[in-house]
């Protein structure tokens, strides 16, 4: 759940969206398709914890302290 809203999150801002399908080689397309996917997931929180100002400020938006979308990405991850 916490990466679906992080996916929100990230979506609502033009710049960091296209920053997020250029890092990741995802496209609009695939995220449509896949959202529901682990490595959806995975590349979602991946790209937050990757750029401390995107996960802070995440995590102030989605009122969830920076460790929990940290911890959230070590389980996908595990």
Do not use: K
């Not at 999150?9 to 033009?14: G, R, Y």
């Not at 914890?49 to 929990?68: I, K, R, T």
């Amino acid at each position: 759940m916490l990466a679906l809203s992080a996916l929100g999150w990230v979506l609502a801002d033009d710049d960091r969206a296209q920053r997020l399908l250029t890092l990741t080689g995802l496209t609009p397309d695939i995220l449509r398709d896949s959202l529901g996917d682990r490595a959806i997931h995975q590349a979602v929180l991946d790209f937050l914890c990757g750029h401390e100002p995107d996960l802070m400020a995440a995590s102030e938006a989605l009122g969830v302290d920076p460790s929990e979308i940290a911890m959230a990405r070590e389980r996908l991850n595990a």
